[in-house]
């Protein structure tokens, strides 16, 4: 069923970038050293590409401040060339929080 499922979504991209628009592209935040974290990751990013999606990695330090935390995503979210963002969690300390009522 998930081999089913991913040969669609590849159809799909397919048909969606002979129609002209641009390849999907996710971009992923991590933060900290979370070793469970870096693996779901690396398969996020390896099923991404399973199915023509581009993606990349953007890893920062735990001690990331809450601001520059939502200037990152500000700017990942003004950026053209992103089509999803991911901030990957556990987040060290309380950012999420912070981070999940400024974009409620």
């Known amino acids: 069923m998930?081999?089913?499922v991913c040969e669609e979504i590849q159809r799909?991209?397919?048909s969606w970038l002979i129609l002209g628009h641009k390849r999907p592209h996710l971009t992923v935040v991590l933060v900290?050293?979370?070793s469970a974290s870096h693996t779901y990751v690396r398969n996020k990013v390896k099923a991404a590409a399973?199915?023509?999606i581009c993606s990349?990695?953007?890893l920062?330090?735990?001690e990331i401040s809450q601001e520059e935390l939502l200037d990152l995503t500000g700017k990942l979210n003004k950026n053209s060339r992103v089509s999803g963002i991911l901030v990957q969690l556990p987040l060290p300390g309380n950012e999420f929080c912070f981070i999940w009522k400024i974009y409620q």
Do not use: S
Request: glycine share 12%; net charge negative; no cysteine.
């Open 56 to 58: 990349e990695i953007i």
């Open 50 to 52: 399973a199915v023509g």
């Open 32 to 34: 900290g050293e979370n």
């Open 12 to 14: 799909d991209i397919e």
């Open 2 to 4: 998930a081999a089913q």
């Open 60 to 62: 920062r330090p735990k």
